[in-house]
């Protein structure tokens, strides 16, 4: 049998993510042939020369923490986020589009480039998405997306998984393109664990560590931005947020929350307006002015159409009698 094969393809859509022990193993069970780790970047190569006709890729991704390649199988015909969310409902499609979002934004916190939401927040978002879900479905939903490796649980706090950063490589550069940056030392994205030099130049932990680890470069690695002896701080999902940088992060869903209803209820005004000065029975004086931004009401606290209302029933009340 070839060491490329359907049942290699196959294994590897059942095994999101691997190891490169793991990858080696499949490709030797599938193929029935031993295999040298020295000729896995051919072997790669040729897979995908293979899975190009249908859109797929086997891509490799480095784990920030421990440098350990990663593998999976990825879809390159699908740059939008709705690949992620293909078996879900409108609602839990909606709720995974606004999270993703959050969790490129860091929105919630006061420091940029977290990519990350508290679970709190996580929930709260929910009620407030379009359409709207309840936040014990969001639990489960979240708690599904942890045990699908899409997304990564850490110190209660969610972030993307590195299968779902490679999977969403290209719609996270395409529409993030100030928030996602990359490794001076690897070219690969900084996205968790890394360190930041004070002029916002990013390095993975491992890459530091690995540079560090060298006697010969020890103390001597430099920052390619500002070429200042390297001194980073660290950071991790998670980790390092202040406790004002915490209150922020639980005033950030009811906020959200409120500018939503606030904009719902504005638009449900707009259409009743309309329909009032578009009805034929209407009087001159019944059509309503245009709103400020505060609803103005009478004394009895009715708006202009609720009064208008009020008196073409009363108008009517009057005909009959």
Same mark, same amino acid.
């Not at 030797?28 to 051919?42: E, M, V």
């Not at 086997?58 to 969310?85: C, F, K, M, V």
């Not at 001597?220 to 992060?249: D, F, M, P």
């Not at 004086?285 to 009715?302: L, Y």
């Given at each position: ?104 934004? #860091? ?48 110190? #209660? ?165």
């Amino acid at each position: 049998m070839p060491l490329v094969s359907p049942l290699l393809v196959q294994s590897l859509m059942l095994t999101p993510l691997v190891d490169e022990h793991r990858l080696v193993s499949l490709i030797q069970r599938t193929s029935g042939t031993p295999i040298q780790t020295a000729n896995l970047p051919d072997i790669i190569s040729t897979l995908n020369n293979s899975l190009d006709a249908i859109s797929l890729r086997l891509s490799r991704r480095h784990d920030p923490r421990t440098g350990e390649a990663r593998y999976a199988l990825i879809n390159t015909s699908g740059d939008d986020i709705s690949q992620l969310a293909t078996t879900m409902s409108p609602a839990e499609a909606g709720y995974v589009k606004r999270l993703v979002e959050s969790i490129v934004m #860091g929105v919630g916190f006061s420091e940029p480039g977290d990519h990350e939401i508290s679970s709190t927040d996580a929930l709260s978002i929910a009620p407030s998405c379009s359409p709207p879900l309840s936040k014990r479905d969001a639990q489960t939903l979240l708690s599904k997306l942890c045990a699908q490796t899409w997304l990564v649980e850490r110190n #209660g706090t969610y972030t993307l998984s590195l299968r779902t950063q490679m999977e969403l490589e290209l719609y996270l550069k395409e529409n993030y393109p100030d928030e996602i940056t990359e490794c001076k030392l690897c070219m690969e994205s900084t996205f968790t664990d890394y360190e930041e030099c004070q002029c916002g130049s990013r390095l993975h932990i491992y890459c530091v560590n690995k540079f560090k680890a060298r006697e010969e470069r020890a103390g001597q690695l430099k920052c390619q931005e500002c070429h200042e002896v390297w001194n980073g701080t660290k950071r991790s999902i998670g980790k390092g947020r202040t406790a004002a940088q915490r209150r922020t992060s639980r005033n950030f869903a009811s906020q959200s929350q409120r500018s939503q209803r606030v904009q719902r209820q504005q638009e449900e005004e707009e259409e009743e307006d309309e329909e009032v000065a578009n009805d034929p029975n209407s009087d001159a004086d019944d059509v309503p002015t245009p709103r400020s931004s505060k609803r103005t009401r009478d004394a009895k606290g009715k708006t202009p159409l609720r009064l208008a209302k009020s008196r073409r029933l009363q108008d009517d009340d009057d005909d009959e009698e």
